[in-house]
Nanobody, 114 residues
Framework: QVHLMESGGGFVQAGGSLRLLCVAR????????KGWYRQAPGKQRELVAS??????TNYADSLKGRFTVEDSAANTLHLQMNSLKPEDTATYYC?????????WGSGTLVTVSP
């Protein structure tokens, strides 16, 4: 069993930055991918950024250049978000794929004011 917990969300003005952290607990030996997703009110959950265990990253096209996923340790994952826009307002979820199973955190809310 794997448990994920996100932190770092909050309220920020447009143009500002936030850094999200995901901390994982459990047996992570067979982790093959990690990522960040987001879900805005009334919308479907969408990929923000992901990274595989060989270091390959994948970003939503609209976020390239502003968001950076950082995989620095087996049990953590960061998301650096710069030049935030009001349309980035959403709940951000951490995702780990371990032993072919998908694990999700409960999310952290990011609110960007105009």
């Amino acid at each position: 069993q794997v448990h994920l917990m996100e932190s770092g969300g909050g309220f920020v003005q447009a143009g500002g930055s936030l850094r999200l952290l995901c901390v994982a607990r459990g047996d992570l030996l067979d982790t093959t991918a990690k990522g960040w997703y987001r879900q805005a009110p009334g919308k479907q959950r969408e990929l923000v950024a992901s990274v595989t265990n060989d270091g390959t990253t994948n970003y939503a096209d609209s976020l390239k250049g502003r968001f950076t996923v950082e995989d620095s340790a087996a049990n953590t994952l960061h998301l650096q978000m710069n030049s935030l826009k009001p349309e980035d307002t959403a709940t951000y979820y951490c995702h780990f794929k371990v032993s072919r199973l998908d694990y999700w955190g409960s999310g952290t809310l990011v609110t960007v004011s105009p």
